[in-house]
């Protein structure tokens, strides 16, 4: 092994990538896997394409169809 310690393998840093994602790592985390991410082109891709992912959800989560589904539900909760 070189003399670049590596803290996460690729399969746990594309796990890390997602929850970081999602807020669910703390800050020690976080850190370690922008670190690997640094260094990782294939990772980082990796990161770039769930980046894509994330914004089209956003794009269809603001769509008329899925305001529709949020009232919907709303209104649902309301009637318990
Ligand atoms: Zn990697």
């Known amino acids: 092994m070189g003399g670049d310690p590596a803290p996460f393998a690729c399969a746990s840093a594309e ?11 703390g800050i020690a985390e976080a850190e370690a896997v922008w670190t690997h991410l640094a260094r990782c082109p294939s990772c980082a891709a990796f990161l ?5 992912i994330r914004d089209r959800l956003q794009a269809l989560a603001r769509s008329e169809a899925a305001k529709r589904y949020l009232e ?3 209104r649902l909760e309301e009637r318990d």
């Open 72 to 74: 919907a539900e709303d």
């Open 15 to 25: 796990l890390w990538a997602s929850r970081l994602l999602d807020g669910r790592i």
């Open 48 to 52: 770039s394409d769930l980046l894509r």
